[in-house]
């Protein structure tokens, strides 16, 4: 008879057991199913596009924007992108974040399966009743098992939000990681941007200290007017003031660097200095493909993706507050047998057992759990307005990073040619004043003018490096790869579940 009643036990809670697999409730699902809200996007970019954007512009693919740093050939670069990746808080946390929505998903997943509880425990009491006192030793083994049964998708939508918030924390994560690898770059670019304006500043402040040299011996031999020699002494301190401001702001960039990378500062200058090719040179970003339809770029930017991860969670959350206005049906079963003796005489056994169902129906709560869904509603409809408002902020960031390329390949060309007249202009005029027909006022006003002029032409290409960099990060660039952690793990666990396994784009469309 035991035995029986243990297998019907056994039975009962692998029939359950399989009932709890299937998604959706028993009888109905409540709440919304989820669809894509469409994003407030054209048909295609309206910005100027440079020339190296265009000839790409309609062969876009996500994995030509993966691991983008890496493309700059700079190791140096990578080395710091690493370094801060492992010391920065934001990525930290937002790792963080996904293992607390793992456990989230692990206690949503386990409430559509029935727990199964035991107990062991040993009593000895004594007792009387007006006589002599006996000794009763109890030995106890108890099983107990529950089950709610989820007969309107209460437990389904909860499900579904929990894999949703994972997807995500996940997405968080990636961008996170993006805005360090932004961070870093930018920051690598300004040191170096800094080391060819104090090289350029450098050889400037050389040239003065030569033609000062020059007028000094003009003037011994009675060729120059001591006026000159003063300019030019004057010209070579203006020099040499504005190359050790210089180097002083490339001293702070080597500060900033130390404090995004976590590394010491005497490791980050020995890493910095041993790639002589790299000194003084800025990163050069290949031009990446960027697809035609601005929809497609988006899908590839982690904060629209977790905005979009985060409508689905809200949407949800609606039919898990909406479960919880109708009746909830739950299981239970225990089994308990006991050994037990009286004042040290043969063990008896002694069990108790009990399986039935329990239904709960909610009355009056004043009005409560309408209300919860009420405020679910309104959630949704703020998580609609979010994703949309990044969908316009990730619009508005791919848009200006190409006026941007497009205006510094307009201005490129012209500053070149400006520079190339300057310098001719210069040395006319130093060549001028060496064999006495010029006046030194001409030379340093041209010397001056031909600095400026070059001084832009580095302004120029940090800016045209920056606008690239921006636009991989606008573009969604790199998070799309093998190193998330969590995704499609719930996906291998329970392949039937739908609402991981299909992806919906933008457009509508299943993937």
């Not at 370094?83 to 998903?105: D, P, T, Y």
Request: hydrophobic residues 40%; proline residues 4%.
């Amino acid at each position: 008879m035991h035995n029986h009643k243990l297998r019907l036990l056994g039975l009962s809670l692998s029939s359950l057991s399989l009932s709890a697999c299937m998604t959706g409730g028993l009888l109905t699902t409540v709440g919304p199913d989820y669809h894509t809200p469409t994003p407030p996007t054209d048909s295609q970019w309206h910005a100027p596009q440079s020339e190296a954007v265009r000839q790409l512009a309609h062969q876009g693919n996500p994995s030509d924007l993966k691991k983008w740093w890496q493309r700059f050939n700079d190791p140096v670069f990578n080395r710091l992108l690493e370094a801060a990746q492992n010391e920065s808080a934001s990525v930290a946390g937002a790792k963080a974040r996904i293992e607390e929505s793992r456990a989230n998903l692990v206690g949503a997943d386990g409430a559509l399966l029935p727990s199964l509880d035991s107990s062991m425990g040993i009593r000895r009491s004594s007792s009387s009743f007006g006589g002599p006192a006996f000794v009763w030793m109890q030995y106890q083994i108890g099983l107990q098992s529950s089950w709610e049964i989820d007969l309107f998708g209460g437990l389904a939508r909860q499900q579904e939000s929990a894999i949703s918030q994972l997807e995500s924390r996940n997405a968080g994560w990636h961008d996170a990681r993006i805005a360090v690898a932004v961070e870093v770059a930018n920051a690598y670019l300004a040191y170096r941007y800094c080391e060819t304006q104090a090289q350029l500043l450098s050889s400037d402040a050389d040239s003065r200290r030569a033609s000062s040299k020059l007028s000094v011996i003009a003037q011994q031999a009675g060729f120059k007017a001591q006026s000159d020699v003063a300019l030019a002494n004057a010209s070579t301190a203006e020099g040499n003031r504005i190359l050790l401001a210089q180097q002083s702001q490339c001293e702070r960039a080597i500060k900033g660097l130390v404090a995004i990378t976590g590394l010491q500062e005497a490791q980050l200058r020995q890493w910095l200095a041993q790639s002589p090719n790299q000194l003084a040179k800025l990163p050069t970003p290949p031009p990446f493909k960027i697809a035609s339809m601005p929809a497609t770029v988006l899908l590839q930017r982690p904060d629209v993706a977790a905005a979009e991860r985060d409508v689905a969670e809200a949407s949800a959350h609606i039919g898990v507050e909406q479960a919880k206005r109708f009746p909830k049906l739950s299981l239970s079963g225990n089994i308990t047998p006991t050994l037990q003796n009286i004042n040290g005489a043969a063990l008896m056994l002694a069990q108790t057992w009990a399986i039935g169902p329990t239904i709960s129906l909610p009355l009056f709560d004043a009005g409560k759990r309408a209300a919860d869904v009420d405020v679910a509603r309104a959630q949704y409809e703020a998580s609609v307005s979010t994703f949309r408002s990044k969908v316009r902020t990730a619009v508005k960031e791919v848009e200006e990073a190409l006026v941007r390329l497009d205006s510094v390949d307009k201005r490129l060309p012209e500053a070149r040619s400006a520079v190339s007249g300057y310098q001719t202009n210069f040395k006319a005029t130093q060549s001028l004043f060496e064999v006495g027909l010029g006046s030194l006022m001409d030379v340093e006003t041209a010397r001056r003018t031909m600095l400026s002029a070059e001084l832009a032409i580095k302004e120029l290409e940090q800016e045209q490096v920056s606008a690239w960099i921006a636009l991989y990060r606008a573009a969604g660039g790199s998070w799309e790869d093998t190193d998330a952690i969590g995704e499609n793990s719930h996906n291998e666990a329970d392949p039937q579940n739908k609402t991981t396994t299909e992806k919906t784009d933008f457009s509508g469309k299943k993937s």
